[in-house]
């Protein structure tokens, strides 16, 4: 498969994700709902929403399922051991300092969330 780029961004519209991966709507809400793996936020207006994770699992499930032709069975597992042990080192506490520069994509990234909320809040 050749290496998708995905843009430095922390949140996708539905329709950036489908353009992204090449996959229609409907297949992401089927993958949502077997592979349990993602999960976008709704807003109160019904648009999805999917964080830059949500989008790397889905492009890895759509290479494992469609690529490679592997077992739904098999991914989910395949999704547990990549991704399952990654989150719960995320929540783990560290004692590594602050890396500024993460502190400033954070930053940059809940500003982006207050725009779009903002903009919601508007119609």
Excluded: C
Excluded at 15 to 35: H, N
Excluded at 45 to 55: A, H, L, N, P, Q
Excluded at 86 to 91: P, V
């Amino acid at each position: 498969m050749a290496e998708i780029k995905i843009p430095d961004k922390l949140t996708f519209k539905r329709k950036e994700v489908t353009q992204l991966t090449k996959l229609d709507g409907r297949v992401l809400d089927y993958w949502e709902k077997e592979f349990a793996a993602f999960a976008p936020v709704i807003n109160q207006s019904g648009e999805k929403f999917y964080s830059r994770r949500d989008v790397e699992v889905i492009l890895v499930i759509k290479q494992w399922l469609i690529q490679e032709k592997r077992d739904k069975g098999l991914i989910k597992d395949l999704l547990l051991e990549h991704f399952g042990l990654a989150a719960s080192e995320q929540t783990a506490p560290t004692a590594d300092p602050v890396d500024p520069k993460k502190l400033q994509k954070i930053r940059s990234g809940l500003k982006e969330i207050l725009t779009l909320l903002a903009k919601d809040d508007k119609n």
